[in-house]
């Protein structure tokens, strides 16, 4: 199944941010640091043109943590790109990112002319939470749900430095099948654009392989699920996922094991990993 989003919001937000970069000096992408090569937007590049970059693997904290380190050395750095893992919520971790930027512009007096960056990412990467933590306000609006920001909106720090906030975008065709599983899993895409359970079952296949110490002690299990309908039938069974005559509610079940991965209840696991580092 592939799994596509391109509301008309983003059409129009795409066209705002490209207007909008015009005045900027460089853009900050938010990436997911659980899937650095999904939540990478083939459009981003095109509408940032020559200005310097800082790619930001945020949710490091919900990251295998060694793979983030994986992820930091495999992307390297160059003369126009900076990389960086945070925790949007963590004050002085978001502080790191603001001499990044200015160690781009040596020697400019911000005073006089304020350092304009663009923040930009998929949905629901935690673009509003980064700039509400650097702004020590609730100016931006955040909520766990993709598209929850639907206007651009300029925050001025007071130290010099104005960030714009954006709508989260995504790209009209999403061509790797896994990709589109890795978004949906996350929290990208909006919950009613996708089938849950298809997205589930994708979910408990990796977890079987990838984190099965995670899925035994989360769930109390004594013996691993066989397949990725027996675990999801093993956490319905245990959470209480009952239906008409006792059988197991799937969508019930994949809800709790879509729910425990995203909130990070089931440890840090990261989706994607650096082929070569
Ligand atoms: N654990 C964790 N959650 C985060 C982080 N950054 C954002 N979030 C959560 O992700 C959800 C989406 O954040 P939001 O800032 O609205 O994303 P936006 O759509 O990119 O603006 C919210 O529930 C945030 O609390 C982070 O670094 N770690
Ligand atoms: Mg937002």
Redesign the pocket.
């Known amino acids: 199944m592939m799994i596509q989003w391109y509301p008309g919001h983003m059409r129009k937000a795409r066209r705002e941010i490209k207007k909008a970069m015009s005045d900027m000096d460089l853009v900050i992408e938010?990436l997911d640091a659980r899937i650095p090569l999904s939540s990478e937007n083939p459009l981003v590049s095109a509408l940032r043109g020559p200005r310097p970059v800082i790619k930001v693997l945020?949710?490091?904290?919900?990251a295998d943590p060694r793979i983030t380190q994986r992820w930091l050395r495999h992307l390297g750095g160059s003369p126009m790109t900076d990389i960086l893992a945070?925790?949007?919520?963590s004050l002085p971790i978001t502080r790191k990112l603001i001499a990044r930027c200015r160690g781009f512009f040596p020697g400019r007096n911000e005073k006089a002319l304020p350092l304009r960056a663009m923040v930009v990412?998929i949905?629901?990467?935690?673009?509003?939470?980064?700039i509400n933590t650097l702004s020590g306000k609730a100016i931006?609006k955040?909520?766990?749900e993709?598209a929850?920001?639907r206007h651009q909106q300029q925050i001025k720090l007071g130290n010099g430095i104005l960030l714009n906030d954006s709508p989260?975008i995504l790209w009209p065709q999403i061509e790797n099948e896994r990709n589109g599983y890795c978004l949906a899993m996350t929290g990208a895409i909006k919950n009613t654009a996708f089938d849950f359970e298809s997205v589930a079952r994708f979910a408990a296949t990796f977890l079987l392989t990838h984190a099965s110490d995670a899925l035994m002690a989360r769930y109390r299990l004594k013996t691993l699920p066989v397949d990725e309908t027996d675990l999801l039938e093993t956490v319905g069974r245990k959470r209480g996922c009952l239906g008409p005559g006792g059988a197991v509610d799937l969508r019930q079940a994949s809800e709790v094991l879509l729910h425990d991965f995203r909130s990070?209840a089931l440890g840090r696991i990261s989706l994607e990993k650096p082929d070569v580092d």
């Open positions: 938010i945020n949710k490091s904290d919900l945070v925790n949007a919520k990412g949905p629901n990467c935690g673009k509003s939470t980064l931006a955040v909520r766990d993709p929850v920001t989260g990070g």
